[in-house]
Structures are given as C-alpha cells and as structure tokens.
C-alpha cells in the first residue's frame, strides 16, 4: 500500500520557473526523503529531512516538512530541462536498529520546456 | 566505484514461468532491498536481506522470495508468474548504518506475456 499522496500528479512549466510539488502522508515517520527518476528507470536520492526538521535545503531544492499536517513540499529553483523527470517522496516508519524500509508516494512527474 | 548493478535489463516471459532477477549492491553496502514499480506508480516494497537473511516483507505473496550471498549480492525469484507481475523490479542497496539512504539500480523490466 502507498504511504504518501503526492500533488500536483503532472505539473508543466517553463525553464527558469519555480516547480513545487506537494506529498501527503498517512502515519508517524522517522524521516521522509525524495527522490527522482529518469524515464522509468532507477531512482536518485535527492534530500531527507528528518521528522525533527521543518526545512532543508540543497543547490536548488528545498524541502519542508510539517508533520502535524503530515506533509511535506520540494521546492525546486530556476528550473532546468535536466530537471524533466518524476519525483517520489518516500517515508521511512521504523525506528533506530531496523531494515530502513521505505513507503513511497505515487510520485509527480515535471515537463520543464525549454 | 561501481553502484548498484541489476541483471538483466529487460526479461519477456509468459505466464505460470518463472523468472530470477539479480543485483549487486554499491561497494560498501550490505544490505539489499527489492521494490516492484507497477507503470505509472511509486515503487513498492518487497523484501529486505541483510546477512542473508530476509529482515522483513511487504504484502507480497510467497510467489516472490529471494537470497542474499555471502558477497552481499542478492536474487529475486518469482513463481507461477501473473500478468499482474509485469513491472519494473529495482534493487536498492544501503549500509547497514547509517542505512536512511538507499542507492538504487537502474531495474530489470519485466513483461509477462
């Protein structure tokens, strides 16, 4: 079962534009992370925010957490057409000393035109 | 440094067959996970090994099990295979600590015909 709903699911824009995507979660979590994937193939870790976090950021991505709302928002600044591709949080609910398993979202795929 | 390393590509096979698909982890890392990424959708838990043992499993049924080696490197097995099953399996790996990030492979798609 999916852990995160993520919004928008499909979001177009122009180079050089802001992108925002949006993740909402159902439980308590240890940390949340996204993640990006090219064309359907494997994934490449972004960020992670802890659940004592509210924001981090990262070249251009920042992400911010809420966790009495469960949701978190990735930010990413002055759009590039590389950044075309499908973005994923994922929330890891186990505690210290266990398997780091993580629940991922339905994921919202990102056009930059250039 | 070579990363997470997934056999093969693409795999075709039909119905009630049965498939192996194989990963090697990140240098370093010696702990393995397997999603299922059905089109369209976020990746979906399987299982985890770590000292070739599975540490724990997601709602998947005992049609897909798998190993962990003594060199870390993992196997996915899937029996009487469903046209359900079609989707892109990709390894992760990760050390055992910190293990919060998880190096993915580029995945094996598989179609069932």
């Known amino acids: 079962s999916q852990q995160g709903e993520e919004d928008p699911q499909a979001l177009s824009i122009q180079e050089g534009e802001n992108a925002t995507m949006n993740c909402s979660y159902k439980?308590?979590?240890?940390?949340l992370q996204w993640y990006r994937q090219n064309s359907g193939r494997g994934l490449v870790h972004l960020i992670l925010?802890?659940?004592?976090?509210r924001e981090k950021h990262s070249g251009r991505l920042r992400v911010t957490l809420d966790t009495s709302k469960k949701s978190s928002s990735l930010l990413i600044t002055a759009s590039r057409a590389a950044d075309t591709a499908s973005y994923f949080c994922?929330?890891?609910?186990?505690?210290?000393?266990?398997?780091?398993?993580?629940?991922f979202g339905q994921g919202t795929t990102l056009q930059v035109k250039p | 440094d070579a990363g997470v390393t997934q056999s093969p590509t693409h795999l075709i096979k039909t119905r009630g067959q049965q498939v192996t698909l194989r990963c090697s982890p990140k240098?370093?890392?010696?702990?393995v996970s397997w999603y299922q990424q059905a089109l369209g959708q976020g990746p979906q838990f399987i299982f985890q090994?770590?000292?070739?043992?599975?540490?724990q499993r997601g709602n998947f049924p005992d049609r897909f099990s798998g190993h962990q080696f003594p060199n870390y490197s993992s196997e996915l097995n899937v029996n009487a295979l469903l046209l359900g099953d079609s989707a892109l399996y990709l390894c992760?790996?990760?050390?055992?600590?910190?293990?919060?990030?998880?190096?993915f492979g580029a995945g094996t798609r598989l179609s069932v015909l």
């Open positions: 994922a929330t890891r609910t186990d505690g210290s000393g266990n398997t780091g398993k993580l629940i």
């Open positions: 439980t308590s979590i240890n940390n």
């Open positions: 925010i802890r659940s004592n976090e």
């Open positions: 240098s370093g890392h010696d702990t």
């Open positions: 090994y770590y000292e070739e043992e599975e540490r």
């Open positions: 992760a790996s990760s050390s055992r600590e910190p293990k919060n990030i998880q190096y």
